[in-house]
């Protein structure tokens, strides 16, 4: 017999209607952080994106890493790649639809890696016991996932750098 669980149920649902009527598609906030991804035919690269290397700062309260980890060239269209930013670990880079994201590389569920797992229309899928994971934000959209993953913010330079930060 299935029982209905409101309680846990209303907690997966209610964030996903939120993020269905959002207004700001470029930055969503996701627990403690924000997401953000980046289009290259948009014009919002920040003059220091230049700098090649890993710089750790705290801006306005908020401690993060951030760091030059590829050119935009090294990813093709749908592909995924694991990146080293700096001492801090790894990072899963997306590209889908000429836009690049930042996530974290395992499954919350199990840990599997998910560079191994199926890139769809902007969700990734887990190897292991196919979770489904949101690559603009993270939001686990299929279960048996525990959880989100994480979501960092990438910036691309006029060169074509690739930059993420990692906030804490």
């Known amino acids: 017999m299935f029982l209905f669980n409101f309680k846990k149920s209303s907690a997966i649902i209610v964030p996903i209607l939120r993020r269905c009527f959002d207004q700001d598609p470029v930055v969503r906030k996701m627990g403690s952080s924000f997401s953000r991804s980046y289009s290259p035919n948009s014009n919002r690269c920040s003059d220091n994106t230049e700098r090649r290397g890993t710089i750790s700062r705290v801006d306005s309260t908020v401690e993060y890493v951030e760091s030059v980890v590829c050119n935009e060239n090294d990813l093709k269209e749908n592909e995924m790649k694991v990146f080293d930013i700096g001492d801090e670990g790894k990072v899963l880079l ?75």
Request: net charge positive.
């Open 94 to 168: 997306v590209k889908q639809k000429g836009e690049i994201n930042a996530l974290g590389t395992k499954c919350t569920h199990y840990g599997a890696p998910l560079t191994s797992g199926a890139l769809s229309d902007g969700r990734i899928r887990c190897p292991w016991h196919g979770a489904c994971f949101n690559i603009k934000t993270g939001d686990i959209e299929d279960f048996p996932g525990f959880d989100s993953l994480p979501c960092y913010q990438v910036t691309v330079s006029e060169k074509g750098q690739v930059k993420v930060r990692l906030s804490f």
